[in-house]
């Protein structure tokens, strides 16, 4: 009896796990069939991308150029264009665009739309792409561009861009808050206002330091630390070379080495570099060169331009080899006093302060002559 309720028990425990488990897998199955991807969840994996175009597609060029006199009005177009199996709904929109603290040409946020970004007005603000097949190819969406010059428009180079964009919402969890993620892509607009073309290019704010490496210098070569800015003040984009020169005194120990190329430098854009120079010897003090030459930005126009430089002295002392030879100093200086007391102390003759009181003793006693009575020595002289 009591096998037959122990048998009864393990049956019941048997049947309640298999239903356990048959009821989560077909929540697991619901579940799974009922997530349907959407173009903007952040599972779905997009790729999108923004192009000139003409008014019927994209076209092979890189960027949009544009150059007119002030005041005048240039109408051009962009594609929008989706690469993804699902259809998109994207922003556009226009920005200015500029050179970013390490040279680079980056683009601004949303809204700013400063110099030549608040000359662009666009078809469309949001664009519904259909998606990529392979009977139609890559999905896009043509948008027209007004670039509208004003009148007081300052001659040169301007930049601007547009962006397409494309923001999704993740989901909250608990007490933390949905974030939104904005994914950007963006094209370059280069507009040259007609008129006097003043290129120019200037290097600022150098600072330098010198490490005499291991030991404070005693091996020899140390190394110079520097930092610099590149300044465009003219009105031509351009790209740049930069390089550095150390020299001791006199021109010794001469070397240049090679800083890193600003490929575009915007009109009133600024790029900081840093370069270290090793092997440098510690010659007391070091002349540092900053040179950067000016050359010709993709896409834009020829430069003729003297190179810009600045010229710093820093201080390369080699502190190890002077704390030695001011030991050095010092140690033949106490021994060279040395010798002069103990000089001084044994005296002429090497015999010291005895001998010499000897010898002023000696030198006080007067030699006894021959007395001869001075009575005699008269008569012998009478004739």
């Known amino acids: 009896m009591r096998s037959t309720v122990v048998v009864r028990r393990l049956a019941r425990l048997v049947g309640f796990v298999l239903i356990c488990l048959v009821a989560g897998g077909t929540a697991s199955a619901a579940t799974a069939d009922d997530a349907t991807p959407t173009p903007t969840s952040s599972a779905e994996p997009v790729t999108f991308g923004i192009a000139p175009a003409s008014a019927d597609s994209p076209d092979d060029r890189a960027y949009l150029v544009a150059g007119a006199a002030p005041g005048s009005v240039v109408y051009e177009h962009i594609a929008v264009i989706n690469q993804s199996d699902v259809p998109l709904s994207l922003a556009v929109y ?9 040279g680079s040409l980056g683009l601004a946020e949303r809204g700013m739309t400063s110099d ?10 949001q664009v519904d792409v259909p998606a990529q097949s392979t009977d139609t190819g890559l999905g896009f969406v043509i948008v027209p561009v007004t670039i509208t010059i004003p009148t007081d428009a300052e001659p040169g180079d301007h930049v601007a861009g547009i962006v397409a964009s494309l923001t999704t919402t993740g989901q909250s969890s608990g007490n933390s808050p949905s974030l939104q993620l904005e994914q950007r892509t963006g094209v370059r607009v280069y507009i040259t206002v007609a008129g006097d073309a003043a290129p120019a290019l200037q290097i600022t704010d150098v ?19 520097l930092s610099y800015t590149i300044v465009n003040p003219g009105n031509v984009r351009m790209a740049v070379e930069p390089s550095t020169t150390t020299a001791g005194p006199f021109g010794l120990l001469t070397q240049t080495v090679a800083g890193t190329e600003v490929a575009e430098l915007a009109p009133n854009g600024r790029a900081q570099r840093e370069t270290t120079l090793t092997g ?23 430069i003729t331009l003297d190179p810009a430089t600045d010229v710093v002295g820093l201080w390369t002392i080699p502190w190890a080899w002077l704390a030695i030879l001011l030991v050095a100093g010092l140690v033949g200086w106490w021994m060279r006093r040395r010798r002069r007391i103990w000089a001084a102390r044994r005296g002429p003759d090497g015999g010291g302060r005895h001998s010499h009181a000897r010898r002023s003793r000696r030198g006080s006693e007067t030699p006894v002559a021959d007395q ?8 012998a002289a009478a004739p």
Do not use: C
């Open 94 to 102: 226009p920005v200015s665009a500029g050179n970013t603290s390490d």
């Open 116 to 125: 030549a970004g608040g000359w662009l007005t666009l078809g469309a603000e």
């Open 207 to 225: 600072e330098t330091s010198y490490d005499p490496g291991p030991l404070w210098g005693l091996l020899g070569q140390g190394s110079v630390h």
């Open 280 to 302: 440098v010897w510690p010659l007391i003090h070091t002349g540092v060169t900053v040179t950067a030459v000016a050359g010709q930005a993709k896409g834009g126009s020829e």
């Open 372 to 379: 001869t009575p001075v009575a005699e020595v008269a008569g």
